[in-house]
T-cell receptor
Framework: SQKIEQNSEALNIQEGKTATLTCNYT??????LQWYRQDPGRGPVFLLL?????KEKRKERLKVTFDTTLKQSLFHITASQPADSATYLC????????????FGKGTKLSVIP | NAGVTQTPKFQVLKTGQSMTLQCAQD?????MSWYRQDPGMGLRLIHY???????DQGEVPNGYNVSRSTTEDFPLRLLSAAPSQTSVYFC???????????FGQGTRLTVV
């Protein structure tokens, strides 16, 4: 079965720096990968989707890369702010044409002023 | 639009009791799903539905039932609550075009 690993449970960075979060997966080649943000006591909120034929996607201060050879996605937040502090989840679609998503356990990001 | 609405927000049950967690969406999404989130385990899929009248099991379906009689509603039933079902439950919906999942605010369930 497919496996997703977000290799840091927690990441602390200084305000203004770039945060980089990693998502690795095995046993599968997903058609797309998504990133979500989750604040304490709230449901996850969709941030970005990147498809297998896309190398990079940007949205404001967010950038996602997708390397299907390495089976890895990197999620970057540039010029990080304390308001970016949250848990970030990556998710893979679970099968061709499937709506199902398999989620990683998340990385808790803390941006220190 | 309200998006995905879950009720209740908090619930305490005694072992052996049954209850239904409600989920409704107003975005006309075909796909709806239920997840549970436990510390250190991430989000795990319980059941899902690809349309009215169609449901299927996810990764951790035991002890739960679902039905989908309308596009809007997807209730999750706990048949006989156990302490192992203490968790935070999230309902989500999505459609074929965008695939992004919209989540409810969650139900925090404690079984004592």
């Amino acid at each position: 079965s497919q496996k997703i690993e977000q290799n840091s449970e927690a990441l602390n960075i200084q305000e203004g720096k770039t945060a980089t979060l990693t998502c690795n997966y095995t046993n599968y080649s997903p058609a797309y990968l998504q990133w979500y943000r989750q604040d304490p006591g709230r449901g996850p909120v969709f941030l970005l989707l990147i498809r297998e034929n896309e190398k990079e996607k940007r949205k404001e201060r967010l950038k996602v890369t997708f390397d299907t050879t390495l089976k890895q996605s990197l999620f970057h937040i540039t010029a990080s702010q304390p308001a970016d502090s949250a848990t970030y989840l990556c998710a893979l679609e679970s099968g061709a044409g499937s709506y199902q998503l398999t989620f990683g356990k998340g990385t808790k990001l803390s941006v220190i002023p | 639009n309200a998006g995905v609405t879950q009720t209740p927000k908090f619930q305490v049950l005694k072992t052996g009791q049954s209850m239904t967690l409600q989920c409704a969406q107003d975005m006309n999404h075909e796909y709806m799903s239920w997840y549970r989130q436990d510390p250190g385990m991430g989000l795990r899929l319980i059941h899902y539905s690809v349309g009215a009248g169609i449901t299927d099991q996810g990764e951790v379906p035991n002890g739960y039932n679902v039905s989908r009689s309308t596009t809007e509603d997807f209730p999750l039933r706990l048949l006989s609550a156990a302490p192992s079902q203490t968790s935070v439950y999230f309902c989500a919906s999505s459609n074929r075009d965008t695939t992004e999942a919209f989540f409810g605010q969650g139900t925090r369930l404690t079984v004592v």
